[in-house]
Structures are given as structure tokens and as C-alpha cells.
T-cell receptor
């Protein structure tokens, strides 16, 4: 069964707006990661947040983690058309297994 | 470095045929894994390996075999292909001592089973 559930499944915004995607999971984790997938391509690692961290930034990306609610959010600020992709959260809840959510399809219109 | 490479890019099989999907990495990564991606299902872990000679099952291992005789290669074998195995298959690897942190993905193999 899927560990991560992502919300929304699809998101359409205008360039310059912020995009927020949410991920909920079921069991305790060591870390939570976010990946991007452009259409027809492999996944690219964006950011990792460990279970003892609450917030992390990387460029225009901001990730938060609330272990009490078993949830995470990914914020992309000042979005660009090039940010159009699918975004996946993935949780490492035991050594050797990374479990992915179903993803959020982000469309950024110029 | 070529990163993670996968061959073939596309494959069509008939039900019952067997085949091997190849995955190789030239980054000396210990951890390697195979996923399948189906529409609306995200990625699901098939098998993984924490080093040469060591493999373990993921979420959906049935119908697939793996082996890890070298650090570089991690082939995935379909024993008797079924239409339910139509999917896009991704191989990934992780740097030494990093567990599952920061996986590097290959470009994928799109498999159709008729």
C-alpha cells in the first residue's frame, strides 16, 4: 500500500504564483524526500528533510514537516513555466525502502 | 559519469515471454532499486539491493527476480510476462553510506505486455 498520499492530485496556477503541495503518511519515518518528474523522464531529487527537522529551504523551495500530524508540504515560490511537472513525496520508514506517494501534477501557465 | 543507465528504452513482449531489464551505474553506489510506475499509482518498489550479493523484496516483488553480482549492475528479470506488468520501470541508485537518501534515477524502460 502507498505510504504517502498527496494533495491535490492536480494543481494549475499562473506564472509568479506560489504552489503548495501536501503529503501525508502513515508510519514513523527517518526522512521524507520530494522529487520532480518531467513528462516522460526519470525522477529528480529536490530536497530531503529528516524526522528531527521542521523546515528546510532550497532556492525557491520550502519544505515543512510535522511528524505529529504525519504530514509535509512543499512550497514553490514565484513559480515558472519550467516548474510544470509531477511532484512526488517519498518516505524512508525503514532501512532500504523508499515509499512514494501518488504525486501532484503541477501546471504553471505563462 | 554516465549516471544511471537503463536498457532498453522501450520493449513489447507477448504474454509468457521472459526478458531482462538492464540497469547500470558508474558512480560506485551501493544501494540500487527497481520501481514500477503505473498511471495514478506513483512509484512502487519492486526489489532493492544494499550492496553486491544482497537483495531484498519491496512492495510488489511477485513475477520479478533480481541479482546483484557487481556493484555496477542490477538487472531485473521478468520470468513470464503478464499484461499486468505493462508499466514504466525505473532503476535508481544512492551514494555509499546514504541509505535511501537522494536516489538518482535512470530514464526508465517502457514495457508493454500483449
Amino acid at each position: 500500500s502507498q505510504q504517502g498520499e498527496e494533495d491535490p492530485q492536480a494543481l494549475s496556477i499562473q506564472e509568479g504564483e506560489n504552489a503548495t503541495m501536501n503529503c501525508s503518511y502513515k508510519t514513523s519515518i527517518n526522512n521524507l524526500q520530494w522529487y520532480r518528474q518531467n513528462s516522460g523522464r526519470g525522477l529528480v531529487h529536490l530536497i530531503l528533510i529528516r524526522s528531527n527537522e521542521r523546515e528546510k529551504h532550497s532556492g525557491r523551495l520550502r519544505v515543512t514537516l510535522d511528524t505529529s500530524k504525519k504530514s509535509s508540504s512543499l512550497l514553490i515560490t514565484a513559480s515558472r513555466a519550467a516548474d510544470t511537472a509531477s511532484y512526488f513525496c517519498a518516505t524512508d520508514n525503514q532501512g532500504g525502502k523508499l515509499i512514494f506517494g501518488q504525486g501532484t501534477e503541477l501546471s504553471v501557465k505563462p | 559519469n554516465a549516471g544511471v543507465t537503463q536498457t532498453p528504452k522501450f520493449q513489447v513482449l507477448k504474454t509468457g515471454q521472459s526478458m531482462t531489464l538492464q540497469c547500470a551505474q558508474d558512480m560506485n553506489h551501493e544501494y540500487m532499486s527497481w520501481y514500477r510506475q503505473d498511471p495514478g499509482m506513483g512509484l512502487r518498489l519492486i526489489h532493492y539491493s544494499v550492496g553486491a550479493g544482497i537483495t531484498d523484496q519491496g512492495e510488489v516483488p511477485n513475477g520479478y527476480n533480481v541479482s546483484r553480482s557487481t556493484t555496477e549492475d542490477f538487472p531485473l528479470r521478468l520470468l513470464s510476462a503478464a499484461p499486468s506488468q505493462t508499466s514504466v520501470y525505473f532503476c535508481a541508485s544512492t551514494p555509499p553510506s546514504s541509505g535511501t537518501d537522494t536516489q538518482y534515477f535512470g530514464p526508465g524502460t517502457r514495457l508493454t505486455v500483449l
